[in-house]
């Protein structure tokens, strides 16, 4: 038996949370995977219930709905939840560059198929397991446990790394090549003293990455194309 999971699934449709309820209990089934699913016909319905327990691992989320739309309840739990797993499920393409802004697993155009669904699901158990991992470091004298989904970018310094987290930066000492090994593969150099996580990026341009936080760090000419399509895999959910 796998780990157990917490999903909302949000839609006003009743019947396409019937249908997005059952496909996640076939993915469920296949995968061996403990899961408990709760549907939510609002955006206004999941804010009143995650207030009490913010204890989800995925939220399924609709667009189109009511006088909150999904994309401003993705925001809203952005602001202290980094780990929840938010797949975008609509009929409307228009809102692929906002699911970005919110890391975003997926986004998913409707009618869903079985498959589909279930290697975004898949993606989505991947990336909690990730962000359980935390590495020890020595900062000040005292041992500190960081979440690595937590570290948005590492840089090499002269004699030192600086890990930059969203709440702010502190410096350790640490070989940047061990470091990269220990960070894993959610990460990826863009320059010789970078190292990026891939889900916080949101734009990639010639010479320079913009992260889901607005901080922009450099991108090396050579590394480029690299990048750049492991942005591309990771969004359409083909990075393992």
């Excluded at 997005?20 to 296949?30: G, K, N, P, S, V």
């Excluded at 204890?55 to 309840?73: A, N, T, W």
């Excluded at 906002?98 to 498959?115: N, R, T």
């Excluded at 090994?181 to 990455?209: D, N, P, Q, W």
Aim: proline letters at 1%.
């Amino acid at each position: 038996m796998d780990s157990g999971y917490r999903i909302a699934v949000c839609d006003d449709s009743a019947a396409d949370r019937d249908y997005i309820t059952d496909l996640c209990r076939r993915w469920a089934l296949q995968t061996g995977s403990d899961v408990q699913i709760r549907g939510f016909c609002s955006a206004e319905d999941f804010l009143f219930h995650y207030a009490e327990c913010k204890e989800y691992d995925f939220l399924l989320l609709d667009i189109e709905m009511g006088d909150l739309d999904g994309v401003s309840l993705a925001k809203k739990l952005r602001q202290d939840n980094r780990t929840v797993q938010i797949v975008f499920i609509t009929g409307f393409p228009d809102f692929i560059a906002q699911g970005y802004e919110v890391s975003a697993v997926h986004y998913l155009i409707k009618p869903v198929g079985e498959e589909t669904l279930a290697k975004v699901l898949t993606r989505a158990a991947a990336n909690c397991k990730k962000a359980e991992k935390a590495l020890i470091f020595s900062v000040d004298g005292e041992s500190v446990r960081v979440d690595v989904g937590e570290i948005l970018y590492a840089e090499a310094l002269s004699h030192f790394c600086r890990i930059n987290m969203r709440d702010g930066a502190f410096e350790v000492r640490r070989n940047f090549s061990q470091l990269e090994k220990e960070l894993g593969e959610s990460f990826i150099r863009t320059h010789r003293s970078y190292l990026v996580r891939i889900s916080a990026m949101r734009r990639i341009a010639k010479t320079e990455i913009t992260l889901d936080n607005g901080e922009k760090v450099p991108l090396s000419r050579g590394s480029y194309q690299a990048v750049n399509q492991a942005f591309i895999r990771w969004f359409k959910g083909e990075w393992q």
